[in-house]
T-cell receptor
Framework: GAVVSQHPSWVICKSGTSVKIECRSL??????MFWYRQFPKQSLMLMAT?????????EQGVEKDKFLINHASLTLSTLTVTSAHPEDSSFYIC?????????????FGQGTRLTVV | GENVEQHPSTLSVQEGDSAVIKCTYS??????FPWYKQELGKRPQLIID?????GEKKDQRIAVTLNKTAKHFSLHITETQPEDSAVYFC???????????FGGGTRLMVKP
């Protein structure tokens, strides 16, 4: 099946610093990618929809200036957590669906566990 | 927007028994309903999906049923095994769109 690669898989950073997470579709093109956040023992909550070549669409309550999303190519979206604080510690996971086919399956990256100390 | 409710939040069964997880959705435009299995610290993996033009789909020990009128769909796992233990998420989305709305998840524990 299609592969979505996410890096890094885990990161520890100090409060106030920024962290960039990459999401790549390895064998298909994705005009749209999705960023989710998952707290322990909870569901995946959509943060934003990343659109290739245009601005991301953020869900209500998600600060666009804090969670910067860039989707510069059909295979890469990045999420930057700016001025990270301990409450930003979470599991971040991206998802993508093949733009060119009829298959509607969503593939997930392996996730990034962010710990802000 | 879409709202997906999932029950139960936890489910414990004996090995060999069946497990049923139920979801309801709110948006009548939704017509693609996948189920994902997520093991601790790992990415969700698609286990089965159903589209609105069918009422039931089966793949070995796993089956999904859909009732569009009532806006609910269910996952059925038969002959459960300890390796079925994981968190299961249902989701819904309109076919024309891409965004998945997830249910709250069900933690399934299969006791040997």
């Amino acid at each position: 099946g299609a592969v979505v690669s996410q890096h890094p898989s885990w990161v520890i950073c100090k409060s106030g610093t920024s962290v960039k997470i990459e999401c790549r579709s390895l064998d298909f093109q994705a005009t749209t990618m999705f960023w989710y956040r998952q707290f322990p023992k909870q569901s995946l909550m959509l943060m934003a929809t990343s659109n290739e070549g245009s601005k991301a669409t953020y869900e209500q309550g998600v600060e666009k200036d804090k969670f910067l999303i860039n989707h510069a190519s059909l295979t890469l979206s990045t999420l930057t957590v700016t001025s990270a604080h301990p409450e930003d510690s979470s599991f971040y996971i991206c998802s993508a669906r093949d733009s060119g086919g009829l298959n509607t399956e969503a593939f997930f990256g392996q996730g990034t566990r962010l710990t802000v100390v | 927007g879409e709202n997906v409710e999932q029950h139960p939040s936890t489910l414990s069964v004996q090995e060999g028994d069946s497990a049923v997880i139920k979801c309801t959705y709110s948006d009548s435009a939704s017509n693609y309903f996948p189920w994902y299995k997520q093991e601790l610290g790992k990415r969700p993996q698609l286990i089965i999906d159903i589209r609105s033009n069918v009422g039931e789909k089966k793949d070995q020990r796993i089956a999904v049923t859909l009732n569009k009128t009532a806006k609910h769909f269910s996952l059925h796992i038969t002959e459960t095994q300890p390796e079925d233990s994981a968190v299961y998420f249902c989701a819904a989305t309109p076919m024309a769109g891409n965004m998945l709305t997830f249910g709250g998840g069900t933690r399934l524990m299969v006791k040997p």
